[in-house]
């Protein structure tokens, strides 16, 4: 069975940084690609990130380029997300996805991120 | 950036009926849409990829249709688990570009 479990969400301060992680298992992580996905309380979905499945390619939605970094560790069967210079349009759930030829299947359940002062 | 419109933003059908949701894109995606559903609390679900190739699982109730900038999603015989917003999505782009629609909201009338 395919399962995604994110982490790292909370409360953080604007400008501050903080480190989510997905958890894959019941596939062959280092064989697909990645994706998060966020969504604003209330609000609709937003693609944020997707990464080869080696790693050696990574692309980003404008709003974020040059503050948040997707990587996998396909020892450890993880994706993470490292947001930086966080701001408050950008607290949403980031949920984790396993990309199947640019859509989604299989997501986690999320993990939320706030960012207010 | 492809742009995205759905419409309407919230639909009243009753249940037995027949709902049917639209998505336009700002350029063309051919057949490169995807339909979503979402429940509170809970990850979307793929339900169409291709514009009309229905998901492993999902039932014939639902259906898609389109190629361009017009697209529809078209659920027969609603149930009350259908009741939901739906999001459309393009994937024409490369490198990846994805973006969502703002989606529709599928109320019980």
């Known amino acids: 069975e395919v399962q995604l479990v994110e982490s790292g969400g909370g409360l953080v301060q604007p400008g501050g940084s903080l480190r989510l992680s997905c958890a894959a298992s019941?596939?062959?992580?280092?064989?697909?690609?990645m994706s998060w996905v966020r969504q604003a309380p209330g609000k609709g979905l937003e693609w944020v990130a997707s990464i080869k499945q080696d790693g050696s390619e990574k692309y980003y939605v404008d709003s974020v380029k040059g503050r948040f970094t997707i990587s996998k560790d396909n020892g450890k069967d993880s994706l993470y997300l490292q947001m930086n210079s966080l701001r408050a349009e950008d607290t949403a759930m980031y949920y984790c996805a396993r990309d199947e030829h640019s859509t989604w299947v299989y997501w986690g359940q999320g993990t939320l991120v706030t960012v207010s002062s | 950036e492809i742009v995205m419109t759905q419409s309407p933003a919230t639909l009243s059908v009753s249940p037995g009926e027949r709902a049917t949701l639209s998505c336009r894109a700002s350029?063309?995606?051919?057949?490169?849409l995807a339909w979503y559903q979402q429940k509170p609390g809970q990850a979307p679900r793929l339900l169409i990829y291709g514009a009309s190739t229905r998901a492993t699982g999902i039932p014939a109730r639902f259906s898609g249709s389109g190629s361009g900038t017009e697209f529809t999603l078209t659920i027969s015989g609603l149930q009350s688990e259908d009741f939901a917003v739906y999001y459309c999505q393009q994937y024409k782009n490369w490198p990846p570009e994805y973006t969502f629609g703002q989606g529709t909201k599928l109320d019980i009338k």
């Open positions: 019941g596939f062959s992580f280092s064989s697909y690609w």
């Open positions: 350029q063309t995606v051919s057949s490169n």
